[in-house]
């Protein structure tokens, strides 16, 4: 089966791609002749989600899917959330981000929090959400350098390691975004 995966950040498509394996093909936005920006303009993760898939499927005809994923942090009451890669600013810096969100974690205690992925199928025009969710807890410093976003901060419950520290295929079968694409492919392999 072929699918368009509706993103730009190469690290997602690396990630993805491993998770997919043999029995799919992953197309870029590039591949489908897609170089415009998609927007991102609702107020919850699981609404950008749908805008993506939404705007490749209504403009490209291609089925595909998206995700968006936030970053909610329990003593921010869920902060940063949908804005987590614009937390800092436009320029979407992940070392931007991580400093504000320390800055604004100082002096609490309560540093639970947990990563939640939304991906919204479009398979020819009828959509499906896959949700993932994976808590965890919020380091007081980054540490690690694998991953990307907020993962040098990130330790899942039951690890002594962030994100970060992980390996790639390990991370990938734990995170959030695993989880919702076991759930996709799960939901492929039975419609197929």
């Known amino acids: 089966?072929?699918?368009?995966?509706?993103?730009?950040?190469?690290?997602?498509?690396?990630?993805?791609?491993?998770?997919?394996?043999?029995?799919?093909?992953?197309?870029?936005?590039?591949?489908?002749?897609?170089?415009?920006?998609?927007?991102?303009?609702?107020?919850?993760?699981?609404?950008?989600?749908?805008?993506?898939?939404?705007?490749?499927?209504?403009?490209?005809?291609?089925?595909?899917?998206?995700?968006?994923?936030?970053?909610?942090?329990?003593?921010l009451n869920g902060e940063p959330g949908v804005y987590s890669a614009r937390y800092a600013g436009e320029e979407r810096s992940a070392a931007a981000n991580m400093k504000r969100l320390l800055a604004n974690l100082e002096g609490k205690k309560n540093r639970q929090a947990q990563f939640r992925t939304v991906i919204t199928l479009a398979l020819d025009g009828v959509y499906h959400d896959f949700e993932g969710i994976v808590r965890g807890e919020i380091l007081t410093e980054p540490r690690g350098t694998g991953g990307f976003g907020y993962d040098p901060l990130f330790q899942p419950l039951g690890y002594d390691r962030t994100f970060a520290e992980m390996p790639m295929d390990e991370k990938g079968t734990i995170s959030h975004r695993g989880i919702a694409f076991a759930k996709l492919i799960a939901f492929l392999k039975s419609s197929a």
């Not at 590039?30 to 805008?51: H, M, V, Y």
């Open 1 to 75: 089966m072929t699918l368009c995966f509706a993103t730009n950040n190469r690290h997602k498509l690396e990630e993805i791609s491993a998770l997919l394996g043999d029995n799919f093909t992953l197309k870029t936005l590039k591949e489908i002749g897609c170089a415009e920006e998609i927007p991102e303009t609702r107020d919850t993760i699981a609404g950008n989600a749908n805008q993506k898939a939404e705007y490749i499927w209504e403009n490209y005809q291609v089925s595909c899917f998206a995700d968006d994923t936030g970053l909610e942090v329990d003593a």
